[in-house]
């Protein structure tokens, strides 16, 4: 089975998570510099077997898409036409960074690690990545694969 990449893109860092090849477990993988983005997808893709890539989709809390929207439309266009072999989706980011720093609080990570933003961008990733695997668990039946 194929591993899941999940991105939490930002205008300066970009966080990247990764499921293990079982498609079980989300863990941080990288925080890269946004303009690298793409070289450092391609050298990941070469080494690993992804066969999803999931962008965090940010919205504001009336659903209407946020001002960073208009990067990662493109982005996911890009990605898209580059490796038509995986697919590529969304998956609502709203509140991961909220979320993100309530789990390095509550780990006991020192006051000088919880000031990372590059630590932030990695965890919100993984939990973009958690939802997206939390989903699709919740819509696949035991025998079908898929609940009807």
């Not at 509140?95 to 919880?114: E, N, Y």
Request: aromatic share 6%; charged share 30%; net charge positive.
């Amino acid at each position: 089975m194929s591993r899941i990449l999940a991105i939490d893109y930002g205008t300066r860092r970009t966080g990247i998570a990764v499921s293990d090849p079982l498609r079980l477990i989300a863990g941080g993988l990288a925080t890269v510099e946004t303009r690298q983005l793409e070289q450092w997808l391609a050298d990941y893709f070469a080494r690993e077997e992804v066969g999803t890539v999931v962008l965090g989709k940010p919205a504001r809390m009336d659903g209407t898409p946020s001002d960073t929207w208009r990067f990662i439309e493109p982005l996911a266009e890009r990605l898209r036409r580059a490796w038509p072999d995986k697919e590529v989706t969304f998956c609502d980011e709203r509140f991961t960074s909220v979320l993100a720093h309530r789990a390095i609080l509550d780990s006991g990570i020192g006051k000088m690690a919880r000031r990372d933003k590059a630590l932030v961008d990695k965890v919100s990733a993984t939990i973009i990545l958690q939802s997206y695997m939390d989903s699709c668990s919740r819509n696949a039946g035991p025998a079908t694969g898929r609940r009807e």
